[in-house]
């Protein structure tokens, strides 16, 4: 089933943690179907594109009948590794990285942040909840003993680049950067973006200039 990944267009992979959760809560309130309007007014999505997306999952609704829910779920399951933990490690235990800590990823999915790092000396050594803060002297020593796959960006932005090559040596293979900086990698190597004030400028920019009907 991993293979079918690779079929599914980038923009329909990254709506599926979306569907996930909320067929998820479905599943727990003892749902077994639910049609693609249903769907769409929960994740916010238009119901074509809904089904669009679960077309590439083999997954054709049925008129008045709506989707299985567990027949989803389990090729949800089975896409995005929801068996398999992934280790998080958290650069920058600041503001923005505590709160990051203190939130608990597993509640949605079975990701977790298993370790942090910081400069700051009296961090080291410290936790937040069950998860230690180490130096970043120990980065790569830390991250292969751990076995970390993803990291977690929220370091002052002018530290972004030289610690994302510090990542990239140790084998991780994604990063969720949180800082403004742009960085470079391998193409080998993913990259998420989420830089919460150009999101929140973009945000009202188009509250400003766009009418309602022009939204996408
Ligand atoms: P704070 O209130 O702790 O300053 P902040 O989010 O406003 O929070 P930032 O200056 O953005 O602070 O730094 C975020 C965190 O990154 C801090 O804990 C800081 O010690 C840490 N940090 C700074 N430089 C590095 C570095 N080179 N490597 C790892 N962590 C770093």
Do not use: C
């Amino acid at each position: 089933m991993g293979n079918e990944t690779m079929k599914i267009p980038q923009a329909t992979a990254k709506r599926l943690p979306l569907y996930y959760r909320f067929l998820n809560n479905l599943h727990s309130s003892g749902k077994q179907r639910v049609s693609s309007a249903e769907l769409s007014e929960a994740v916010k999505v238009d119901s074509a594109t809904i089904r669009r997306d679960f077309s590439y999952f083999g997954a054709l609704g049925k008129k008045g009948y709506g989707y299985n829910v567990n027949y989803l779920l389990t090729f949800f399951r089975n896409t995005l590794d929801q068996d398999e933990l992934t280790k998080v490690a958290l650069i920058g235990v600041g503001n923005l990285g505590t709160a990051f800590l203190n939130y608990n990823f597993l509640k949605n999915n079975n990701t977790k942040i298993a370790v942090a790092f910081d400069v700051a000396e009296e961090k080291i050594g410290s936790a937040v909840g069950d998860i230690p803060i180490f130096h970043m002297n120990d980065l790569e020593e830390v991250i292969k003993r751990e076995k970390i796959g993803v990291a977690i960006l929220t370091v002052p932005s002018q530290f972004a680049q030289t610690i994302t090559d510090r990542l990239v040596g140790a084998d991780v293979k994604g990063i969720l950067n949180f800082t403004p900086a742009r960085l470079t990698v391998p193409s080998s190597i993913r990259v998420h973006h989420i830089d919460l004030a150009v999101e929140l400028q973009s945000l009202v920019y188009f509250l400003k200039h766009y009418s309602e009907s022009e939204q996408e």
